[in-house]
Every structure is written in structure tokens, then in C-alpha cells.
């Protein structure tokens, strides 16, 4: 999903000149897997001013709802699926199951570089400081509580102590179709977007639409 503005508009959203107090936020390295994770959640969400944003829970739910998957990839792969039917790889990293497919693969904008270092795309880079930048003027506001709540949750989960919610975990059936819960895949929510296969859109009454994205869960296989 694209989120690109122009630094002057973001900046504009912030609502008038620079105050004296600036917010604290702090996004974990680039260079660690918590850093890494934590900028493709700020990516994949909207902010105050930007298409698909409702509401600050809204986009806070989804950050969530978006490490869910990544989670639901790396450890909670439902048999009879493998995890390269489901993440298009197999592995135990993170980075593996962000970047797989390349650079218009599984995340568009997070790859490995020609050395097989895992990188991301100039405008992801600009969008994330442009948020920072946006986040830094004045008190503390949701700029900042978003950014720090991406930081946190990709913390956590890197040190094992991931607690939030997960929305979709007992999702049984979708109508009449049995599925296996936990959400696998998201997509931008337009109907033109589909994984495909055995992939099942979760309907809105079951928060299948969140920032923006549609969450898709899994047909439910005989063993």
C-alpha cells in the first residue's frame, strides 16, 4: 500500500507553526528486526489526513491486526497448509517472511538489497520521516502516540512479551465457510484486490476492514 505526500502537506496536517515543547518519539534502528518491522506497520496504516484513515483506534487496531499476520506466518501455520503455501517462503526470520518475493513481492517497498541485505524503498523512508517530523512539533498528539505504538508492539514482540488483541484469533466461519481464525494476508481494501487460493476476506463485521486494509483469513482444510 502507497501512503505518499509531499512534506508540505504532512506538514501542514500538523496544524500551525512549530511549538516549544516537541513530542518524544523514538522508532527502534532500521538495522534490527524490531526496526525493520516496525516501519513496515507505520507503512501499511493511515494517518491523520491520509486515505482510509477513520479514527486514531482504527489505525492503532490495524497495527495491531498487521503484526498478527506477520506473527500468523512465522508460527501459527494451519495444518494441512505449509508455510510456503501461506508466507511463500520457510523460515524462522521475520525478515525472510517481510521480504519475500522481492521487491514487488509479499510487502511492496520491503526487500533485500543486492547484497541480501533487507532494505526498504526511498518513499518508505520519506513517508516515515515526514510522520516523525510531523510528530516532533508541539505536545504530544497522535502523530506520536501512532509512531510510539508501532515502536512498542514491534518491541515487544522481537522480546516475546506481545500482548495485544488479536481480532481476528477465533473467527470460526466466514457465512457458511468454515475457516481456520487468525488472519494470513491483508490487502488494500478495494474489491479489486484479492490474494486468491484459499484465502477468505474477513467481512467488516468480523474487523476484516481496518486502516484502510482488508484482513483475509484461511479456508479450513480436512487433515
Avoid at 8 to 17: E, R, S
Avoid at 30 to 55: D, H, Q
Avoid at 195 to 200: H, R
Amino acid at each position: 500500500m502507497r501512503r505518499m505526500f509531499s512534506s508540505l502537506l504532512l506538514l501542514a496536517l500538523a496544524g500551525g507553526p512549530v511549538a516549544t515543547r516537541a513530542a518524544a518519539v523514538t522508532l527502534p534502528p532500521v538495522t534490527n528486526a524490531a526496526g525493520y518491522v516496525c516501519r513496515l506497520i507505520i507503512n501499511e496504516v493511515p494517518f491523520p489526513g491520509e486515505k482510509g484513515y477513520r479514527s486514531e483506534a482504527d489505525t492503532l487496531t490495524a497495527m495491531n491486526s498487521l503484526l498478527h499476520v506477520l506473527d500468523s506466518r512465522l508460527r501459527h501455520i494451519p495444518p494441512p497448509y505449509t508455510q510456503q503455501n501461506v508466507a511463500a517462503c520457510t523460515t524462522h526470520s521475520l525478515y525472510d517472511i517481510i521480504t519475500a518475493g522481492g521487491a514487488h513481492g509479499q510487502f511492496e517497498g520491503f526487500h533485500r538489497d543486492a547484497a541480501g541485505r533487507p532494505t526498504m524503498a526511498p518513499r518508505v523512508r520519506e513517508r516515515v520521516n515526514n510522520l516523525l517530523t510531523i510528530a516532533g512539533q508541539g505536545e504530544p498528539g497522535k502523530f506520536a502516540r501512532l509512531l510510539n505504538h508501532a515502536a512498542c508492539i514491534s518491541t515487544n514482540y522481537m522480546q516475546g512479551t506481545f500482548m495485544e488483541t488479536n481480532v481476528h484469533a477465533s473467527l470460526q466461519r466466514v457465512g457458511t465457510l468454515p475457516v481456520t481464525g487468525r488472519s494470513y494476508s491483508w490487502m488494500t481494501d478495494e474489491t479489486r484486490f484479492r490474494p486468491g487460493g484459499n484465502f477468505v476476506r474477513i467481512p467488516d463485521q468480523d474487523s476484516g476492514a481496518l486502516g484502510g486494509n482488508r484482513f483475509f483469513t484461511l479456508r479450513k482444510q480436512p487433515q
